[in-house]
T-cell receptor, first 110, second 114 residues
Framework: GEDVEQSLFLSVREGDSSVINCTYT??????LYWYKQEPGAGLQLLTY?????DMKQDQRLTVLLNKKDKHLSLRIADTQTGDSAIYFC??????????FGTGTRLKVLA | KAGVTQTPRYLIKTRGQQVTLSCSPI?????VSWYQQTPGQGLQFLFE???????NKGNFPGRFSGRQFSNSRSEMNVSTLELGDSALYLC?????????????FGPGTRLTVT
């Protein structure tokens, strides 16, 4: 079956690193993505990784992919209060099939 | 470039009524997807259109339908509204037809069914 799971909540202190985790079940995914949703807004694409890559770094964001364990993580360095939001991982399977995770609510404490 | 726009932003309807939501994608994007977001069910895929053709459909009843016009604008319709249809409806457009499929989301339409 197709399922993308995330932990519901994460709380960190400002300046610390945040690590948001995601597990998926469909091994035929081609790309995996991270989206951010702020209150009252739609989702914003943060970054993505091709399924045959292990890691991708994009400024404060680091994506790690363990394809064997079907585990994806997003690390945010030097987390700021503006990073407080819900983070969704997603996978695309084939050409246009998209599955979103359950979302992780990140709270950054000042 | 202007982002994805959705109209209306807020809507209140009564059970049994029908509703039409509109989405204008980013200029040049031919793929439009619709999602329903609720606190209990999370983000659920409704359907995806590319060049006026529905390419994929989620697991929703036939009361949910959509279409895409030749200018890539899309509408979704929900007939015989139920209380459980209260949700944020998100539209996303993509420049891709395959492979890397980045989606750009609109702000959503908040539908309340009373």
């Amino acid at each position: 079956g197709e399922d993308v799971e995330q932990s519901l909540f994460l709380s960190v202190r400002e300046g610390d690193s945040s690590v948001i985790n995601c597990t998926y079940t469909d091994s035929s995914s081609t790309y995996l993505y991270w989206y951010k949703q702020e209150p009252g807004a739609g989702l914003q694409l943060l970054t993505y990784i091709f399924s045959n890559m292990d890691m991708k770094q994009d400024q404060r964001l680091t994506v790690l992919l363990n394809k064997k364990d079907k585990h994806l993580s997003l690390r945010i360095a030097d987390t700021q209060t503006g990073d407080s939001a819900i983070y969704f991982c997603a996978e695309s399977i084939g050409t246009y099939k998209y599955i979103f995770g359950t979302g992780t609510r990140l709270k950054v404490l000042a | 470039k202007a982002g994805v726009t959705q109209t209306p932003r807020y809507l209140i309807k009564t059970r049994g009524q029908q509703v039409t939501l509109s989405c204008s994608p980013i200029s040049g994007h031919r793929s439009v997807s619709w999602y329903q977001q609720t606190p209990g069910q999370g983000l659920q895929f409704l359907f995806e259109y590319f060049s006026e053709t529905q390419r994929n459909k989620g697991n929703f009843p036939g009361r949910f339908s959509g279409r895409q016009f030749s200018n890539s604008r899309s509408e979704m319709n929900v007939s015989t509204l139920e209380l459980g249809d209260s949700a944020l409806y998100l539209c996303a457009s993509s420049p891709s037809s395959s492979g890397l499929y980045e989606q750009y989301f609109g702000p959503g339409t908040r539908l309340t069914v009373t």
